[in-house]
């Protein structure tokens, strides 16, 4: 009697959702996301409750990022801290 591996040959079709799943996760090093730290927002992912739609000035977005930047800096500092 053999065990024989499971034959998985569609790999590539589930390739986006992980990496969508692994950008929309808090990492450890940075403590953001991925995607937080590239576009300055969560994503929407349709089952949140409906916000009315606001315009923000270019200011407010881009001292959401410099904010965003900064602290992700800052827990990458503390992460290599902590190992060292």
């Not at 034959?7 to 986006?16: A, P, R």
């Not at 992980?18 to 994503?43: E, I």
Request: charged letters at 25%.
């Amino acid at each position: 009697m053999s065990l024989r591996e499971p034959e998985q040959d569609d790999w590539y079709n589930w390739l986006s959702i992980a990496k969508f799943t692994y950008n929309d996760r808090v990492h450890a090093s940075t403590q953001t996301s991925p995607f937080m730290l590239n576009t300055g927002q969560n994503l929407r992912l349709g089952f949140e409750p409906i916000c009315e739609s606001r315009l923000e000035s270019l200011d407010n977005f881009m001292s959401r990022m410099a904010q965003a930047t900064d602290e992700a800096q800052a827990a990458l500092v503390k992460a290599a801290d902590d190992m060292a």
